[in-house]
C-alpha cells in the first residue's frame, strides 16, 4: 500500500484528511449519507478521510472528490485542495501522468453501489424488441393478406420460410420510431465523436469493446474518434471540452457534478 509519507513533512496545513472526518462527524453525518448526497462512493470518502491515495482514481479526480467534499462540510475547499496536492505521493504522480494507454479506473462519480439494483442485458433487451417487431411485422402481412383476398386461406403466409420471414423483418425493421433506431444491422456499426478542447484537461474515452479510444491528459485542439458505442467517457473540467456524437452536440453539463462527468453515451 502507497502512503503519503514522503509528502507529509512538506505539508505545513496539516492532515487534510483528519479535518474532513472531523468536520463530518461535527456536522454528524455518516459516511453512507455523504456518498448519497455527493454521488461519490462510499469507499472514496473512507480513502480520502484516511488518506489512502492508492484507492482512488487518478490525482485529478480525486483531487475534485476532495474539493467537493469540503465544499459539503463547509470547509474551505482551496485549502483542502492545497493540503491534497502537497500530500499526494510523487509515486503515485508519476504513475498517473505515464499511465495514458490505459482506461481511467471507474471514478464513482455519478454511480451508486449496484447491490440493490436491477442489471438487465443488453443484448437481451434488443433480442425481445426484436421478437416483437418480426411478430408486428407478422401480424400486418397477415392482416394485409386477409383484406387483400378474402377467399385466400391465411396458410398461404403461414407457410413462408423462417428464412423468408426473418429476411422481411429486416427489410420492414423500419416500422415505428423503435424499430428504427433499434435496426440489428445498426448494432455491429461504428459511431463518430469529434472532441473539441479549448484547453488541457484530462478526459477518458472507451468503446464498447474495451478499445481506449483517448486517455489522461490532452492538450488543446481537435480530435475525431470512431468505436463500437456505447462509449464510456469520463472529463474533468467540461468548460474546457465540447463534445459531439454523430455530428450531433452533446450537453456535457447534464451529466456534469461541479465540471466533473463521468457517464455512458450512446447513439
Not at 24 to 38: G, W
Not at 102 to 130: A, S
Not at 233 to 246: A, E, T
Not at 254 to 260: F, G, L, P, R
Amino acid at each position: 500500500m502507497i502512503t503519503p509519507s514522503s509528502n507529509t513533512q512538506s505539508n505545513a496545513q496539516g492532515s487534510f484528511g483528519a479535518v474532513l472526518q472531523q468536520a463530518r462527524k461535527n456536522k454528524q453525518v455518516t459516511l453512507e449519507a455523504a456518498a448519497a448526497e455527493l454521488f461519490i462512493l462510499k469507499r472514496h470518502l473512507e480513502a480520502l478521510e484516511s488518506e489512502n491515495f492508492a484507492e482512488l482514481p487518478q490525482a485529478a479526480f480525486a483531487r475534485g472528490f476532495a474539493i467537493n467534499y469540503a465544499k459539503y462540510l463547509g470547509l474551505d475547499s482551496a485549502k483542502i485542495a492545497s493540503s491534497f496536492d502537497a500530500a499526494y505521493p510523487n509515486e503515485l504522480k508519476a504513475k498517473s501522468a505515464s499511465n495514458i494507454d490505459t482506461p481511467l479506473r471507474p471514478m464513482g462519480t455519478l454511480q451508486r453501489d449496484t447491490h440493490n439494483r436491477i442489471r438487465f442485458n443488453p443484448l437481451l433487451i434488443i433480442g425481445v424488441i426484436g421478437l416483437i417487431i418480426l411478430a408486428v411485422f407478422l401480424f400486418r402481412m397477415v392482416s394485409n393478406a386477409s383484406k387483400e383476398n378474402t377467399q385466400e386461406p391465411v396458410s398461404a403466409v403461414e407457410d413462408m420460410s423462417a428464412i423468408e420471414q426473418a429476411q422481411g423483418a429486416a427489410i420492414n425493421s423500419g416500422v415505428g420510431a423503435s424499430g428504427s433506431a433499434l435496426n440489428l444491422g445498426d448494432a455491429a456499426t461504428t459511431a463518430t465523436l469529434n472532441l473539441v478542447l479549448t484547453s488541457d484537461a484530462v478526459v477518458s474515452i472507451t468503446d464498447s469493446s474495451g478499445n481506449s479510444l483517448i486517455s489522461g491528459s490532452q492538450s488543446a485542439g481537435n480530435y475525431d474518434l470512431s468505436g463500437m458505442p456505447p462509449f464510456n467517457v469520463q472529463i474533468d473540467n467540461i468548460d474546457n471540452v465540447s463534445l459531439m456524437l454523430n455530428q450531433q452536440p452533446v450537453a456535457l453539463d447534464t451529466y456534469a457534478t461541479d465540471k466533473q462527468a463521468t457517464f455512458e453515451l450512446a447513439p
